[in-house]
């Protein structure tokens, strides 16, 4: 039974209410697998920021109602919770950071790396399970879908030469750190990336026991997908396809079934890994690279519905991106989601949220706005320049038409013959500008922005009139 401190009555209530008021668990849409859909049959698409300690924290609480406030003053309907495996986060610069909760109880006897007593692995912490809870009760009163990771690539391994120092170090699988005689580093090398391969039996088991944990815990929920580990190495894809089949299993019987999603495997010492494990693994969601230039960030493919596809920064650039990236993505049928330093950073000293990134934030709430505005399930992306010039192009042939135009000036489009409604929108402003209705000859047509700069067209039907 999940446990309810009186502390906790308020966030309870919360989920009580969002739960009265869910739609359902996401699933792929059936029309359009580019997409999702809730319960409802609405399709949705998901865009928003996320930072790394929006679950941990590395000294102060991070203050997760006025994260929340800040995803919706952007009209931002998802972020990323973030899990981190050891007691310790090793940054570029080979400081250590301090991070708690981890999932399991501190009971010692004797002290870990950190000082602190060494973890039992058969125990789990009930404040990292609770502030889990309460944080996704949270999210879903406010209609943001979050993803849970359950694992993390930068826990295991320095993944970098530059990095001086190991977080495998503080690693309650590391066998100082625990009282149950396990130790994950079956090559002795004093990195752990064998808990994230199938080497290790008795590792397994634990780490099955705790993914049972989380989902126990987190069921009832309706905005949750889980995502099983931040960018582990590529020899990793076994165990994360092991990972993701024991969820669909484990959650086959449980109330509620959610989505899993598998993230870029990277190393920087091993190397990059190849889309290839993503597209061929038994997830639904999954987030690429395309290669060692990075084409989801450059000229992002066209969604084929193959996968849903989250465009995140994150495996991008890391902290990155822009206006003309978010558009682009989301005109070829993908979700952009950013990789937001906000203000609790550790690569930025000064607590305040960094207004170079504004652009991309906006961004994304403004593709959100014009998607509920649109029947997504019966629009399709292309990049043929015969059917648009521009090559970002949404469009229900006859209904509605998407365009972006990224480098400004006039562009061409085929349209079906009809009666349409044109508005144009000036990415870099929000300001909206509503052209007369017209009737079109079926075929190619130019149009012209009223304004300078990057723009977005949409053009939708409108009734014929006698």
């Known amino acids: 039974m999940r446990w309810i401190r009186p502390w906790g009555a308020l966030a309870l209530a919360l989920a009580v209410i969002g739960s009265a008021a869910g739609k359902g668990p996401?699933?792929?849409?059936?029309?359009n697998p580019r997409y999702l859909t809730d319960g409802t049959g609405r399709t949705v698409y998901l865009t928003g920021s996320h930072t790394w300690l929006n679950v941990q924290d590395a000294g102060e609480r991070f203050d997760f109602e006025e994260y929340l406030d800040f995803l919706e003053s952007h009209n931002h309907?998802?972020?990323?919770?973030?899990?981190w495996e050891s007691a310790v986060w090793v940054m570029p610069d080979s400081r250590l950071l301090r991070l708690a909760p981890l999932p399991y109880a501190r009971t010692g006897p004797g002290s870990a790396f950190d000082g602190r007593p060494k973890f039992d692995l058969t125990r789990f912490e009930p404040l990292y399970f609770e502030r889990l809870w309460e944080r996704v009760a949270a999210a879903q009163e406010r209609g943001i879908y979050?993803?849970?990771m359950l694992f993390q690539g930068f826990s295991v391994a320095r993944k970098s030469r530059r990095r001086l120092a190991t977080p495998w170090i503080a690693h309650p699988f590391r066998g100082p750190n625990n009282i149950n005689g396990i130790h994950g580093d079956t090559d002795g090398?004093?990195?752990?990336?064998e808990v994230h391969t199938l080497a290790n039996p008795e590792v397994l088991r634990l780490q099955e026991a705790y993914v049972r944990k989380v989902i126990d815990t987190l069921n009832g929920f309706d905005n949750v997908i889980y995502e099983i580990s931040n960018e582990s190495h590529g020899a990793s894809a076994e165990w994360q396809y092991h990972m993701i089949r024991f969820?669909?299993?484990?959650?086959?019987?449980?109330?509620k079934q959610h989505l899993v999603w598998m993230s870029y495997p990277w190393d920087g010492i091993h190397g990059l890994a190849d889309d290839r494990l993503l597209f061929d693994s038994p997830a639904e969601i999954v987030s690429p690279r395309g290669g060692r230039v990075p084409i989801y960030g450059t000229d992002p493919p066209v969604g084929d519905g193959a996968k849903i596809v989250i465009a995140?920064?994150?495996?991008?650039?890391?902290?990155?991106?822009?206006r003309a990236w978010v558009w682009k993505s989301f005109l070829r049928g993908l979700h952009p989601i950013f990789m937001d330093p906000y203000k609790n950073s550790p690569y930025r000293p000064e607590p305040t949220i960094d207004p170079q990134w504004d652009p991309v934030r906006r961004a994304m709430g403004d593709t959100l706005r014009i998607a509920r505005r649109l029947d997504l399930a019966a629009m399709t992306p292309t990049a043929d320049p015969a059917v648009c010039s521009t090559r970002y192009c949404l469009r229900d042939p006859g209904e509605a038409y998407l365009v972006y135009q990224p480098?400004?000036?006039a562009f061409q489009l085929t349209l079906e013959a009809g009666t349409y409604r044109a508005e144009w929108f000036r990415a870099a402003t929000g300001r909206t500008v509503i052209e007369e209705t017209k009737r079109y000859e079926g075929g190619s047509h130019t149009f012209r922005p009223p304004f300078e700069g990057d723009a977005v067209l949409l053009l939708t039907a409108a009734a014929e009139r006698d």
């Open 26 to 31: 996401l699933a792929v849409h059936p029309e």
């Open 77 to 83: 309907n998802f972020t990323r919770l973030w899990a």
């Open 146 to 148: 979050v993803s849970v």
């Open 189 to 193: 090398d004093e990195e752990g990336y």
């Open 247 to 255: 969820i669909q299993r484990y959650e086959a019987s449980k109330p």
């Open 312 to 322: 995140d920064t994150d495996h991008l650039w890391g902290i990155g991106g822009s």
């Open 407 to 409: 480098a400004g000036g």
